[in-house]
């Protein structure tokens, strides 16, 4: 595999915290705070998928708006490029979202009801200058057929569109500006089955033609599989391992990977049978969450040292990109390995 | 083996400013004690609204136009809502995938459960106390006495979802109808309820319809699946002639939809073109005609419901004829 020195980073996250005061509660002077994302470091590389997967409460989405700049970190940085996203200068900032998209989960939220596709394509474009009042009209015209819309709906309502019509006008949107990297946050969770499989081939070919990075965001493994060449497996704001996408599927270690690849159901009604990891217990709320490692209170292969130390991602191999934070599994495979 | 459920020729039609839109267009299906049905298909397709009407709980606006529900022996259709208040909650439940806005939020999680005791059972107050306890722990809920004494908005879904389950099981009924049970629940939480379904069922034999979007879970859990598509049963074969030889091409294109944990990677998915048409009942001829890669003129005329093999039922004249090509799935 690729050794990460070789490769260009895009974005840079260092020590990336965000903490949410917990809505109305105990107001005062110890207001609870929500560990939505726990000190994430990462890097995005030019030209990759990036899939951040795991399940609710556990940061993903929270990390995907701290990349496109929506909140300030409540410490840490994001730095695009060399330049920290958070210190910026406003009018900076407005430069460097052109670069920096999103498409949202919920296309029907995310796009402005009262206005029509033309109008949600041009005034970003307007705005930043990407093109003038004269070439306007065949510039939507070919974001329309990049996306695969009949150019004769450019004068349509967003509700006027199926939801799939309307993920695609989410996708034009972010891309109106000619931005390098796309966040998709959840971009087909709220879609039908064969509705999803359309989308994920136009994103997928869309990032061959325009040499697009993303971030894909999704509890979909299956999804996530599809798109990606690279995956980090959250939990409960933290990282727990995170390798490129053949590496994970081939050699998962992380004891809540292979639960998560577990309980993904198989479409194969022959292996219903099968031996898998259930998992025991709620996943802890993120206002107290666990000491030690954060999984521990539902790991199968917990050890004492689990409930105390805060475990780190540590390569599997000298210079690997497979990175788990799970010292107890890691030896088990060393250990493994060296009597082979 | 004499069917628990028999449902022939239901449809199911809204009625907005005087207009009649069937979206649900003469199904028939049985259900045999014991077994798991699932019903699949997508957003849209009538599936929700065939497995509420058989416990009579469609919305004001829509109604039962044509057709019979038989539970054991009784039409369902024909009861009064007293009568039916006797069946349902009793012998036939429903587990519903949202689960928040099905427990009452102002009562605990023991007066809920007491209350369905006391008035199906007809156990006192103390009696219904100690068999709702048991019931919560029968679904694996930790300490059963103080979840009792807790809110809804205490538990997390996943414990929710189990006692909503704890709340369907309580008076043994012979049918559960589970609508998207585990769809608002995370993929590790979701086989927690699916082993706790299937354990269950197996424990009282009773019988599930699964409605459900997700062809996983149908591959998990079903022993019959029916695939419906735009109001219409379109096949029905058991779990594995669908998975292993999907006859109707809206199945198969389906099947071939799901991205896969164990593909291969550099497979393309295949995607259906085209979106569910919203309105459908003045569609003649097929309803997948529009997005099929296999229609011929023929195609346009109104498609039979056939069993063209033992348990293998299809609407559409190319598979019967065995002229649609059958991918071989690992």
Do not use: W
């Amino acid at each position: 595999m690729q050794k990460d020195n070789d490769r260009n980073p895009l974005i840079v996250i260092s020590g990336l915290k965000k903490y949410y005061p917990a809505k109305g509660m105990h107001i005062g002077r110890n207001t609870p705070v929500i560990h939505a994302v726990d000190g994430v470091d990462l890097e995005i590389y030019e030209g990759e998928t990036l899939g951040i997967v795991g399940e609710s409460g556990c940061g993903k989405s929270t990390i995907g708006r701290q990349i496109v700049a929506l909140e300030k970190p409540t410490s840490g940085h994001v730095i695009y490029q060399g330049e920290s996203l958070s210190d910026m200068p406003f009018d900076r900032l407005r430069k460097i979202r052109t670069q920096i998209q999103m498409v949202f989960q919920d296309s029907n939220s995310s796009l402005n009801p009262r206005k029509q596709v033309f109008d949600i394509l041009a005034d970003p474009m307007l705005y930043h200058g990407i093109v003038g009042k004269d070439g306007l009209d065949a510039e939507i015209d070919r974001l329309m057929d990049l996306v695969g819309l009949p150019r004769s709906m450019k004068h349509r309502y967003p509700h006027e569109f199926s939801g799939g019509q309307r993920q695609r006008i989410g996708i034009a949107k972010a891309l109106c500006v000619k931005p390098k990297l796309i966040v998709c946050d959840e971009p087909v969770s709220a879609l039908d089955v064969s509705v999803q499989a359309q989308i994920l081939n136009l994103l997928k070919q869309l990032q061959d033609e325009l040499k697009l990075t993303y971030v894909f965001i999704s509890h979909g493994l299956g999804a996530v599989r599809y798109v990606s060449t690279r995956i980090a497996i959250m939990y409960l704001g933290r990282i727990v391992e995170i390798a490129d996408t053949q590496e994970l599927f081939d050699d998962p270690v992380h004891p809540y990977t292979n639960a998560l690849f577990d309980a993904s159901p198989l479409p194969v009604p022959k292996l219903r049978g099968r031996q898998r990891l259930v998992l025991k217990g709620d996943i802890p709320s993120a206002l107290n969450p666990p000491k030690g490692c954060r999984f521990h209170t539902r790991c199968p292969y917990a050890l004492e040292s689990c409930m105390t130390e805060d475990p780190k991602l540590i390569p599997v191999e000298e210079g690997s990109g497979h990175k788990v934070a799970c010292p107890v599994l890691l030896a088990r495979r060393i250990k493994r390995e060296s009597h082979t | 083996m004499d069917n628990l459920l028999q449902v022939e020729n239901l449809s199911i039609a809204f009625f907005e400013d005087g207009i009649r839109n069937i979206v649900v267009d003469k199904v028939s299906f049985a259900v045999k004690p014991g077994e798991v049905l699932c019903i699949v298909g997508e957003s849209g397709c009538g599936k929700s609204m065939t497995a509420l009407s058989i416990l009579g709980l469609l919305s004001a606006n829509a109604h039962v136009i044509d057709g019979s529900i038989v539970f054991d022996g009784k039409n369902l259709l024909d009861m009064d809502e007293k009568e039916l208040d006797k069946v349902r909650g009793n012998e036939v439940t429903m587990v519903f995938q949202d689960v928040m806005n099905s427990l009452n939020p102002v009562l605990t999680i023991g007066n809920q459960l007491t209350e369905v005791i006391r008035i199906h059972m007809g156990y006192d107050r103390k009696s219904a106390a100690e068999y709702a306890v048991k019931m919560l722990s029968k679904v694996g809920l930790p300490d059963p006495e103080a979840v009792m004494r807790k809110y809804p908005h205490m538990l997390s879904g996943g414990m929710q979802q189990r006692v909503m389950i704890a709340m369907a099981l309580a008076c043994g009924p012979k049918l559960i109808i589970a609508d998207e049970p585990t769809t608002a629940l995370d993929v590790t939480i979701q086989l927690q309820i699916m082993k706790l379904l299937s354990d269950l069922q197996k424990e009282f034999h009773m019988s599930i319809i699964l409605i459900t979007h997700d062809i996983g879970l149908v591959a998990e859990l079903a022993d019959r699946v029916i695939i419906m598509y735009a109001g219409q049963f379109m096949e029905e074969a058991s779990v594995y002639d669908i998975f292993d030889h999907p006859a109707h091409p809206y199945t198969q294109a389906l099947l071939e939809s799901v991205p896969c944990i164990y593909d291969d990677p550099d497979k393309k998915l295949a995607s259906i073109p085209g979106v569910v048409p919203e309105i459908y009942q003045d569609i003649e001829g097929c309803r997948f005609f529009e997005r099929c890669p296999y229609t011929v003129p023929l195609c346009r005329h109104e498609q039979a419901y056939t069993e063209f093999r033992k348990g293998h039922f299809v609407r559409c004249h190319r598979a019967e004829k065995g002229e649609i090509p059958i991918a071989k799935r690992q």
